[in-house]
């Protein structure tokens, strides 16, 4: 039987282990430090608002995400990004990006530079390489139902918008929701400026961010060919889904689950 270790030796022994671990710092004395939790911004497209965003966001919050969905000027590329950049600039920690339609073009080119963005998650959305426009990558395949005729146009101080008619707001838009539904889409739109159609993108933050891609297989106003072409260009994680262009509206769910992941 050996023989009982001194009071004075266990004593010291617990005081030089806990002076080891206080000096290793708090991660060593209680394990790996938890990787904080990305602030998800969430970036509306044209003919919409943030509102759209609204079920999606009641299903990350119950997961515990912060989310934040802020206003898009829909003016031009250049000038969006530029707004939407100074944005995540008075958010704190770590971002994920997510672009609807439109709104891809602008997480492609705000995120450029800003080391703090973990992701981009394309929903139904253009994720653009450097020189392409809306316009360009919406005719890139056949299948658009959102030509000129489906486009009311209105003067405005600067320039010109672009709404989507009342008669054909439901086959281009949301095809796979209720009248109703779609009717209040319609009344509610926010229009582009129509010089958001030629203005050239830059070089896009996907080459170096990961990314991720919500594909709306009947969606008539960017062609699935389209969006699958973007997203295997942009090595994007792909999901797809039987939707119209409005696929955070038709499925949630499974729009939260990809930004989600995404986010982890």
Known sequence: MSPPIPRRTMLAGAA???AAATAAGPAAASGPATRPKPTIVLVHGAFADAGGWSQVISHLT??????????NPLRGVHGDSAYLAAFLDTLPGPLVLVGHSYGGMLITNAARGIERVRAL?????FAPDAGETVSGLQAMFPGTRLTEA????RNHPHGVEGYVKRSAFREVFAGDLSRSEAELLWATQRPGD????SEASGEPAW??????YLLAREDNLIPAAAQRFMAHRAGAHTVEVRTSHVAMISEPRITAALIGKAAR
Do not use: M, N, Q
């Open 150 to 153: 489906a486009l009311d146009f």
């Open 62 to 71: 119950r997961e515990g995400h912060s989310v934040i969905a802020p206003p």
């Open 16 to 18: 030089a282990a806990a």
């Open 121 to 125: 998650v394309y929903v139904a959305a």
């Open 194 to 197: 129509t010089a958001t159609l």
């Open 207 to 212: 080459k170096t961010v990961p990314s991720y």
